[in-house]
């Protein structure tokens, strides 16, 4: 049986979550730049620990996080 790989970004996943909250004003600013409208639904890719996810679902409808790593989609939740 062959050993699953390790994603190095599971390991990592809840360092990017605090930087997460270190950036909250940065990231409200980007998202003041986008035609963003209530009944948006946004597809984040590559979502990591949700630092666009989390304040995007504050202004639109839904959003849809996608990552390859369990460790950041954790984090996101």
Same mark, same amino acid.
């Given at each position: ?31 003041? /730049? ?6 948006? +639904?946004? @597809? *984040?890719?590559?979502? =990591? ?6 304040? /995007? ?6 959003? +849809?996080? @996608? *990552?390859?790593?369990? =460790? ?6």
């Amino acid at each position: 049986m062959e050993k699953k790989k390790e994603n190095m970004w599971d390991a990592e996943s809840r360092t990017y979550s605090l930087m997460t909250l270190m950036e909250i004003n940065g990231t409200n600013k980007q998202l003041d /730049a986008l035609p963003l409208e209530v009944n948006d +639904i946004v @597809l *984040d890719c590559g979502c =990591g620990p949700g630092r666009v996810a989390i304040q /995007a679902a504050k202004r639109v409808k839904k959003v +849809i996080c @996608l *990552d390859n790593s369990e =460790g950041m989609l954790s984090e996101c939740r």
